[in-house]
T-cell receptor, first 112, second 114 residues
Framework: DAKTTQPPSMDCAEGRAANLPCNHS???????VYWYRQIHSQGPQYIIH???NNETNEMASLIITEDRKSSTLILPHATLRDTAVYYC?????????????FGKGMKLTVNP | EPEVTQTPSHQVTQMGQEVILRCVPI?????FYWYRQILGQKVEFLVS????????KSEIFDDQFSVERPDGSNFTLKIRSTKLEDSAMYFC????????????FGPGTRLTVT
């Protein structure tokens, strides 16, 4: 089962920042937080990942709390094309599984 | 930008028939995966493949399933005798590394078993 919890859905106005929360209270020291999204029935799309420091790339920013028990994905200026299901996934790196375990994710709807 | 490609985009087959789903991973990637998503359900891991061997598989990946990398570019998933419950979107993914780093997914093949 997925090790993360996300709200089932969220709305955001176009042009505004979308802050997507994720709880991962049982995360262990060698586990990373990954974010993917799935637009309609397309293949999941990698967004960003991090261990404990905040990360930023051209798509989004990832803020991880100091205790690492939760994180927030930030889409700085949401567009209609950002409407998708967003998945927060915790994944280890040492001797662990290679697979991604997807939960139900969170449906983000960006409204005009 | 390199991307994972999959063919066909939609495959319709009759129950009991064999199907082969094809994928071309990103060229410098070494690890390959298949996932599936039954309509309205979660994305589920099927199998991972590295160095011409299965490195991990799920309970779903039973004897009816097999994977192969027949040449330097293609990665295939074969279902020997399809069942109605095999109807799903099948996604191929690839990555440079195994336990670390991002997996890049293809657009999927919609398999419909009638």
């Amino acid at each position: 089962d997925a090790k993360t919890t996300q709200p089932p859905s969220m709305d955001c106005a176009e042009g505004r920042a979308a802050n997507l929360p994720c709880n991962h209270s049982t995360i262990s020291g060698n586990e990373y937080v990954y974010w993917y999204r799935q637009i309609h029935s397309q293949g999941p799309q990698y967004i960003i990942h991090g261990l404990k420091n905040n990360e930023t790339n051209e798509m989004a920013s990832l803020i991880i709390t100091e205790d690492r028990k939760s994180s927030t994905l930030i889409l700085p200026h949401a567009t209609l094309r950002d409407t998708a299901v967003y998945y927060c996934i915790v994944r280890g790196t040492q001797g662990g599984s290679e697979k991604l375990v997807f939960g139900k994710g969170m449906k983000l709807t960006v409204n005009p | 930008e390199p991307e994972v490609t999959q063919t066909p985009s939609h495959q319709v087959t009759q129950m009991g028939q064999e199907v082969i789903l094809r994928c071309v991973p990103i060229s410098n990637h070494l690890y390959f995966y298949w996932y599936r998503q039954i309509l309205g359900q979660k994305v589920e891991f099927l199998v991972s493949f590295y160095n011409n061997e299965i490195s991990e598989k799920s309970e779903i990946f039973d004897d009816q399933f097999s994977v192969e990398r027949p040449d330097g570019s293609n990665f295939t998933l074969k279902i020997r005798s399809t069942k109605l419950e095999d109807s799903a979107m099948y996604f191929c993914a690839s990555s440079v590394y195994a336990g670390f780093g991002e997996q890049y997914f293809g657009p999927g093949t919609r398999l419909t078993v009638t």
